[in-house]
T-cell receptor
Framework: KQEVTQIPAALSVPEGENLVLNCSFTDSAIYNLQWFRQDPGKGLTSLLLIQSSQREQTSGRLNASLDKSSGRSTLYIAASQPGDSATYLCAVRGNTPLVFGKGTRLSVIA | NAGVMQNPRHLVRRRGQEARLRCSPMKGHSHVYWYRQLPEEGLKFMVYLQKENIIDESGMPKERFSAEFPKEGPSILRIQQVVRGDSAAYFC??????????????FGQGTRLTVV
């Protein structure tokens, strides 16, 4: 059974810092991995999708990497801003529909 | 191209009533997924449907919950005889899948069900 773990559970940083969010999964037989953002009381916004054959994806200040063999992914956020404050969710897709971690709650302090 | 549309956004039901949650997938998407999010918990998979077929319902409670995705119209998640423990945010996602290439999943804004 696939399990996804995200560390840390919460993170508070001053504006401008670069930061890394971690995601690990137990079953490396995945098709893809997605990073989402969720604001309080809102839905999920897809940030990046990495197919199993890829090593990383970039979008603006965001960079996500995937090491399938070790069951790890990282989301790197450069030059963080208060508007980045949200919960970040990692989810993997294998033979079952997306399995989510519990998320990292990020606060960027101005 | 409108995103995944869910309605209603908020739903209040008394214990014992029925709740119907609707989801219209993105245009061109034929795969729909329902998830439930309880306060302070992660999203839990409930059911995966294609048009007129339930593909995987391993996350659905055995009683009171049902889902459909008819040939025409939105997908419906139905909860009969609601109890307070059903209070949660219910999210729908859709994706386009072409021959084994598993596409990106897009989520709706969710329906927040409150049982009083």
């Amino acid at each position: 059974k696939q399990e996804v773990t995200q560390i840390p559970a919460a993170l508070s940083v001053p504006e401008g810092e670069n930061l890394v969010l971690n995601c690990s999964f137990t079953d490396s037989a995945i098709y893809n991995l997605q990073w989402f953002r969720q604001d309080p009381g809102k839905g999920l916004t897809s940030l990046l999708l990495i197919q199993s054959s890829q090593r990383e994806q970039t979008s603006g200040r965001l960079n996500a990497s995937l090491d399938k063999s070790s069951g790890r992914s990282t989301l790197y956020i450069a030059a963080s801003q208060p508007g980045d404050s949200a919960t970040y969710l990692c989810a993997v897709r294998g033979n079952t529909p997306l399995v989510f971690g519990k998320g990292t709650r990020l606060s960027v302090i101005a | 191209n409108a995103g995944v549309m869910q309605n209603p956004r908020h739903l209040v039901r008394r214990r014992g009533q029925e709740a119907r949650l609707r989801c219209s997938p993105m245009k061109g998407h034929s795969h729909v997924y329902w998830y439930r999010q309880l306060p302070e918990e992660g999203l839990k998979f409930m059911v995966y449907l294609q048009k007129e077929n339930i593909i995987d319902e391993s996350g659905m409670p055995k009683e009171r919950f049902s889902a459909e995705f008819p040939k025409e119209g939105p997908s419906i998640l139905r909860i009969q005889q609601v109890v307070r423990g059903d209070s949660a945010a219910y999210f729908c996602a859709s994706s386009h899948r072409d021959r084994g290439d598993v596409g990106e999943a897009f989520f709706g804004q969710g329906t927040r069900l409150t049982v009083v």
